[in-house]
């Protein structure tokens, strides 16, 4: 059977043909899946016949909404989304003055095991397809009846780790017929994967990257993120370095900020000197204390940030979205599978 939805406008529309359709119903049947038909009787302009020739050769991927909260606080909705395998991810929804932007997943689980996050507890069970991440923006969108402007990969999974359908997904939320969401309005984060990074530069989508730094030191950095025993921070920043020079793109710095970890004068400092030569955005992120973790956030925000904007980088701090509703990525996904165990 096809994922159908996971095809591109080219694998669609060799489709098409294969089943002795005129072009045209390429469009027609690209546009009904970007508007989250759940069957394919709900594609109406299109014949009896046709419609029972997709059935029989295409899946529909349809995901359920397992659990939603809103946040009293700022109006943040979380999906856990349950998919056709029984799997579940998260999906979250974040509401600005300059528009909602949908923060999805990439993977069930996540197999780069970074210590302060909740998304890796109990490691990587499979990876998603384009369908399943493009699902996450459709019905969102859809069961919120928020329009959709803006979105961030940085829920759980690692994007560099399932790029081949992240790129697909990316050329499928881009399209006109589609949702058209333009890849300026599009972020993705990576833990440091250098290769995909290298990757994208050479692609140049004009999307933003997002990097998980969390600290600019090898010996920090070793312990709070496992990635970094492949890819080193030398040469992460020399990648980024090279990204910057390709696509004139700046990148921004996620960074976590734990207490008595990565939250010294010294690496503020270092961090500093890395990015000498290149624009970049330092993002600091209160940490959300997570039970399993001995980590705990940071008492020294301000004056770390304070050290950066002094030396000429740009630093905010993440205003912190629906600390009610468990909005951290992984964490309601978590408590779903501590009680189904």
């Not at 003055?97 to 197999?111: I, P, R």
Request: glycine fraction near 8%; aromatic fraction near 6%.
């Amino acid at each position: 059977m096809t994922d159908v939805k996971s095809l591109s406008r080219a694998e669609l529309s060799a489709l098409v043909a294969e089943l002795g359709e005129p072009g045209f119903r390429a469009k027609q049947i690209f546009t009904w899946l970007q508007k989250g038909v759940e069957s394919f009787d709900e594609m109406t302009n299109l014949s009896k016949p046709l419609r029972q020739k997709l059935a029989e050769r295409c899946t529909l991927t349809v995901p359920a909404a397992e659990r939603k909260q809103v946040s009293r606080l700022d109006g943040t909705i979380k999906y856990l989304w349950r998919l056709a395998d029984g799997n579940c991810i998260e999906t979250v929804i974040m509401r600005y003055q300059h528009g909602n932007t949908v923060c999805v997943s990439s993977e069930v689980g996540c197999l780069m095991g970074c210590a302060f996050c909740a998304s890796t507890v109990g490691g990587l069970v499979r990876r998603l397809t384009p369908a399943e991440i493009l699902d996450q923006v459709i019905f969102s969108q859809k069961d919120s009846g928020l329009p959709i402007s803006n979105i961030v990969l940085m829920g759980i999974g690692e994007p560099m780790d399932n790029l081949d359908a992240v790129l697909r997904f990316l050329e499928l939320v881009n399209d006109p017929d589609g949702l058209n969401i333009g890849m300026r309005h599009i972020s993705l984060s990576t833990c440091g994967i250098v290769p995909g990074i290298q990757r994208l530069g050479e692609l140049d989508l004009q999307l933003t990257l997002s990097v998980s730094l969390h600290a600019p030191d090898n010996e920090t950095r070793n312990r709070l993120m496992p990635v970094n025993r492949a890819y080193p921070v030398e040469e992460l920043f020399a990648a980024c370095h090279r990204y910057f020079q390709e696509t004139g793109r700046r990148i921004s710095f996620e960074y976590a900020m734990i207490d008595g970890v990565n939250d010294h004068d010294w690496q503020a400092d270092l961090i500093v000197k890395n990015l000498k030569g290149m624009p970049g955005h330092v993002n600091l992120i209160p940490l959300n204390d997570v039970r399993e973790s001995p980590l705990k956030p940071s008492r020294r925000v301000a004056a770390f940030q304070k050290r950066l904007e002094r030396q000429g980088v740009t630093a905010t701090v993440r205003r912190k979205l629906g600390g009610d509703i468990d909005a951290s990525c992984g964490q309601l996904r978590r408590k779903t599978l501590n009680l189904e165990e």
